[in-house]
């Protein structure tokens, strides 16, 4: 995972990708981290847009790597200024992203580790499990509590949304934790 770079922005179901690329979604509530994450992997902080205003992401973002996958940028949820009209067609248009090449996916699921998951949270991890969606749930922003507590919150998350402890990497974009182990496990599913 060497070169990335900006592919295209999708508003609407009809203009999502289709071709033959697979493709790791980051998927999760607004300011979870999903943007940062991706820069982090490629230490580029500018290669995806980062917001300090929730509900800023409403589009889905390609990314292509190393001109053999995408890394897919959603829309994240729970917070939305636009109101509930707008709401309700980002939800769709991450529905029909999943229902597009099921079985060419990873979903990465990003939680922050510090807080409980919310009913959306444990929403989407329902829908991931009814299509059967491959998926990794990522603990966000591990550096922000101490290390101490980091097993007691992933025991608590894993308990929450009634996964194994397996099913869990905690991570940090800032002091990039736990970085490389994303990588390979990306790189793992691609091949």
């Not at 409403?58 to 939305?80: Q, R």
Request: glycine fraction near 4%; proline fraction near 2%.
């Amino acid at each position: 995972m060497k070169n990335c770079k900006f592919v295209k922005s999708v508003a609407k179901s009809e203009d999502i990708l289709k071709d033959k690329f697979f493709e790791v979604a980051f998927v999760g509530r607004s300011n979870v981290g999903k943007s940062s994450l991706i820069n982090a992997i490629f230490n580029n902080r500018t290669l995806a847009k980062t917001s300090s205003t929730q509900g800023h992401t409403k589009l889905i973002n390609y990314f292509l790597v190393d001109n053999n996958f995408y890394l897919v940028d959603l829309p994240g949820y729970g917070f939305h200024k636009a109101g509930k009209g707008n709401e309700e067609n980002w939800s769709n248009l991450i529905e029909d992203y999943f229902k597009e090449k099921e079985d060419n996916k990873l979903i990465l699921l990003l939680l922050d580790i510090r807080i409980k998951p919310s009913e959306q949270d444990k929403q989407m991890l329902k829908f991931l499990n009814f299509y059967s969606l491959p998926f990794k749930i990522i603990a966000t922003k591990s550096d922000k509590i101490a290390k101490s507590k980091r097993n007691n919150q992933k025991l608590m998350l894993a308990s929450e949304m009634n996964v194994g402890l397996d099913d869990i990497l905690y991570i940090s974009s800032d002091t990039k934790e736990n970085i490389d182990k994303l990588k390979n496990l990306i790189i793992e599913r691609v091949k």
